[in-house]
Nanobody, 127 residues
């Protein structure tokens, strides 16, 4: 129903910044809850940040709060993750995810049960 494509990953030094983008192919982007996850080989995929359908509310993992900012532009079918003050432990493959609007609550942002996934983009933080 929707295809997701991440971009913006790369190599950055500790303390630096990076902005990830996720472009959606569908025409009903605004109905989806959107989120970013990350995964290190051998470990479980973990929730990083999510944003409600309208963008009015956001949610962050404790590790991301204060450093990362999620946003969305429904007119451009795009969600972003601005990452500042990056640390080596942020190194991972970052995935964009979309969730169908199962809940009637407009500001609901789960950290599980997402339906669609992008291919991932590698973020590597050195030193």
């Amino acid at each position: 129903q929707v295809q997701l494509a991440e971009s913006g990953g790369g190599l950055v030094q500790a303390g630096g910044s990076l902005r990830l983008s996720c472009a959606a192919s569908g025409h009903t982007f605004s109905v989806y809850v959107m989120a970013w996850f990350r995964q290190v080989p051998g470990k479980e995929r973990e929730f990083v940040s999510g944003i409600s359908r309208t963008g009015a509310t956001t949610r962050y993992a404790d590790s991301a709060k204060g450093r990362f900012t999620i946003s969305r532009d429904n007119a451009k079918n795009t969600v972003y993750l601005q990452m500042n003050s990056l640390k080596p432990e942020d190194t991972a493959i970052y995935y964009c995810a979309a969730r169908e609007p199962y809940s009637p609550v407009s500001n609901y942002i789960p950290n599980v049960d997402y339906d669609y996934w992008g291919q991932g983009t590698q973020v590597t933080v050195s030193s």
